[in-house]
C-alpha cells in the first residue's frame, strides 16, 4: 500500500506541454504569381506596398512520455532556448519579407509563419516530439498548425 507510485509495470504516460512566445515583426501579403491587381483584390488591406505590423503570439506545444525519472516531457528551460533560435532571433523586430529569406518567394500568411516555425523548431528537437504551432496574428486571427 502507498511507498513508490512509480512501479515498473506502470503504463507510460503521455503530456503537452506549452511555451508561449511574442514577436513583432511587419509584412506585406503579396504574392510574385499574381498580377498587382490581383494580388489587390485578394489580400485588400494587408496588400498595401509599405506593409504593417503585428505583435504575433505563438504557442509551442510538444508531446511525449512523461520521464518517470525528471517527471518531464522535456525541460521547458530547454524548450525556451530553442524557441530563442528558431523564433525570436530570426522573426522579432524583422521585415519577414525582407529580411528573412524564407519568405523571399513564400507569402508571409499567418498559416506559412506556422509552417517557418514548425520547419525550424523540428530541427532542433527530438523526433516526433513537436505537436503543435498556434500562431495568434491579432486577438481574433487564429492559426493552427500540426506538421501535415
Ligand atoms: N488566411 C489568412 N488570411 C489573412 C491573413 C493570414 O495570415 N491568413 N492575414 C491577414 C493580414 O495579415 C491582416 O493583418 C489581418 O488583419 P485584420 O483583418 O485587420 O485583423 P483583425 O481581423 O484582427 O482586425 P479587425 O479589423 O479588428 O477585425 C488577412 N487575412
Ligand atoms: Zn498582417
Not at 489587390?40 to 498595401?48: D, E
Request: proline residues 3%.
Amino acid at each position: 500500500m502507498g511507498g513508490n507510485h512509480y512501479q515498473t509495470n506502470e503504463v507510460e504516460r503521455i503530456g503537452f506541454i506549452t511555451r508561449v512566445q511574442s514577436f513583432s515583426a511587419c509584412h506585406r501579403l503579396h504574392s510574385k504569381s499574381l498580377s498587382d491587381e490581383e494580388n489587390r483584390k485578394i489580400f485588400g488591406k494587408c496588400n498595401n506596398p509599405n506593409g504593417h505590423g503585428h505583435n504575433y503570439k505563438v504557442e509551442v506545444t510538444v508531446r511525449g512520455k512523461i520521464d518517470r525519472i525528471t517527471g518531464m516531457v522535456m525541460n521547458l528551460t530547454e524548450l525556451k532556448q530553442h524557441i530563442e533560435e528558431a523564433i525570436m532571433i530570426p522573426l522579432d523586430h524583422k521585415n519577414l519579407d525582407e529580411d528573412v529569406p524564407y519568405f523571399a518567394d513564400v507569402v508571409s500568411t499567418t498559416e506559412n509563419v506556422a509552417v517557418y516555425i514548425w520547419d525550424s523548431l523540428a530541427k532542433l528537437l527530438p523526433p516526433s516530439l513537436l505537436y503543435e504551432i498556434k500562431i495568434y496574428e491579432t486577438d481574433k486571427n487564429i492559426v493552427v498548425y500540426r506538421g501535415e
